[in-house]
């Protein structure tokens, strides 16, 4: 989400868009926290393959764990 709102406020900085202080106070928030969002993000991703590879060689049957 905080992602596609920061896409779409750059796209329309090209294109002469004019925002309210609220968006731009949004979007800048969402600048800041951005990168240590996604750095959780990938975080939790390899936590939750971990747990999935564990999960296979302890012989979860792959319906429960998913694809």
Avoid: C, H, W
């Amino acid at each position: 989400m905080k992602t596609n709102y920061v896409e779409v406020f750059e796209a329309g900085r090209r294109f002469g868009q004019v925002f309210a202080s609220e968006q731009v106070a949004k979007y800048n928030l969402y600048k800041e926290e951005l990168p240590a969002d996604l750095r959780s993000l990938a975080e939790l991703r390899e936590e939750y393959e971990e747990l999935r590879r564990k999960a296979r060689i302890a012989g979860v049957p792959r319906e429960i764990t998913g694809p």
